[in-house]
């Protein structure tokens, strides 16, 4: 099975995250905060079999979400950024950076 990560990268400030894919829960944390030395505030790994899922990553506490739709056949990275503004974007990158 294909290995997708996920990955929250800046704007974390001690928040409470949930993360769920195909509407199941696979991930719920407090206190997630973005270590800026490396660009990341923590790393969601599953493994899913190809196909079609839906990726949400909410902020309960902020009243914020994204949703994106992406398309498994091999491994790969979804990056969530929250802005200063409160906006929380997720996009596909290319490669995975190696973390500390």
């Known amino acids: 099975m294909p290995t997708l990560h996920v990955d929250l990268r800046e704007g974390f400030n ?4 949930v993360a769920r894919i ?5 991930f719920r944390r407090s206190g ?14 599953v493994e899913l079999p190809e196909g079609e899922v839906r990726v949400e990553v909410i902020l ?3 009243g914020i979400q994204h ?4 398309h ?3 491994p790969a990275t979804l990056a969530f950024t929250l802005d200063q ?3 929380l974007t997720g996009s596909e990158v290319e490669a995975s950076p190696r973390y500390l």
């Open 60 to 62: 309960p506490d902020r």
């Open 32 to 45: 997630v905060e973005t270590n800026y030395s490396v660009g990341l505030a923590d790393r969601i790994t």
């Open 67 to 70: 949703t994106t739709v992406h």
């Open 85 to 87: 503004a409160g906006t």
């Open 14 to 17: 001690r928040d409470t995250v």
């Open 72 to 74: 498994v056949s091999g």
């Open 22 to 26: 195909d509407g199941r829960e696979v």
